[in-house]
């Protein structure tokens, strides 16, 4: 393997002041007839400085703590699957660690994950213990200078694809523990080698069925277990099916030894990646 695993926290200086030319996520283009989006939420482990000190863990507990939150190397499964795509996707990359802003979750009360101190700002670890002083009192900040930008720069890049092709689809990547952490709303489900979580609204038959058919050859796939549903901007979720999403969670021994170094079964589900982007 050509990947060396990340195995210590990036601490990087305060994000820049609005209007600044450096965001916190990367959109890399890919062909422009391609309507697919590959969106990378959680593989980053950088955070701030200034966000650091809010954090109640030591750097030693924080290490861990990373090691079990980051989707890790899901950033180098989605650039290989591009490379091998026929017609390549576009790539939409967090820039951050999930410990600054998880933009994947409802800022507000809709947030189940709110329950175990999991929503937009965490405030609990993996073993819900503390993270954050509890209510944050950088959360409004948290949310202005990362989440939301975020979550336009996405809406923005889905409008592009469907000005461009007439449609977007967005394959949402993430890996998850084997076993399960006390996190875990629903932990006791099934874990199969891919999880696909699926909206009914934004999740095509079709787009499931190629799914199971790219991902068979890993050792097989269940829906909506141990993680549920899929990521589409607020703007467009429940209104406009021209917007397709589908969830691809990687159970992490399937392509890692856990919790982060790569085997090369990484090259595998790169592959089975590619397969599903495939133009249909």
């Given amino acids: 393997m050509d ?17 600044t030319t450096t965001p916190p996520y990367r959109l890399l283009p890919g062909d422009p007839a ?11 482990r950088t955070i701030p400085a200034r966000v650091r000190e809010g954090l109640l863990l030591d750097d030693a507990a924080l290490e861990r703590e990373l090691d079990l939150i980051t989707d890790a190397h899901t950033e180098v499964v989605a650039e290989r699957a591009a490379r091998a795509a026929r017609v390549t996707p576009w790539r939409f990359v967090n820039e951050r660690s999930r410990l600054v802003v998880d933009p994947e979750r409802f800022p507000d009360e809709r947030e189940e994950m ?13 073993h819900r213990e503390p993270l954050r002083a509890e209510p944050p009192a950088d959360e409004g900040e948290l949310l202005d200078t990362y989440f939301h930008p975020y979550a ?11 000005a461009a092709t007439g449609r977007a689809v967005i394959v949402d990547v993430h890996s998850y523990p084997s076993r399960a952490l006390p996190y875990e709303l629903h932990g006791a489900g099934r874990r199969p080698p891919v999880c696909l979580g699926v909206d009914p609204f934004h999740t095509p038959h079709a787009l ?23 990521y589409v901007p607020l703007e ?29 079964g990484l090259d595998a589900v790169a592959s089975a990646l590619a397969a599903l982007v495939t133009p249909w």
């Fill in 3 to 19: 990947t060396t695993p990340d195995t210590t926290p990036d601490t990087t200086p305060d994000a820049p002041p609005r209007g």
């Fill in 34 to 44: 391609s309507p697919v989006l590959l969106h990378v939420p959680h593989a980053s």
């Fill in 114 to 126: 709110r329950a175990v101190g999991m929503g937009a700002v965490y405030t609990r670890t993996t």
């Fill in 152 to 162: 336009r720069a996405m809406t923005d890049a889905v409008a592009d694809r469907l």
């Fill in 208 to 230: 499931l069925d190629r799914a199971r058919e790219a991902f068979a050859g890993l050792g097989g796939t269940a829906v909506d277990t141990p993680f549920a549903g899929t």
């Fill in 236 to 264: 467009h979720y429940g209104r406009d099916q021209r917007v397709a999403a589908l969830m691809v969670e990687l159970r992490r021994d399937v392509y890692l030894d856990e919790p982060t170094t790569p085997h090369e």
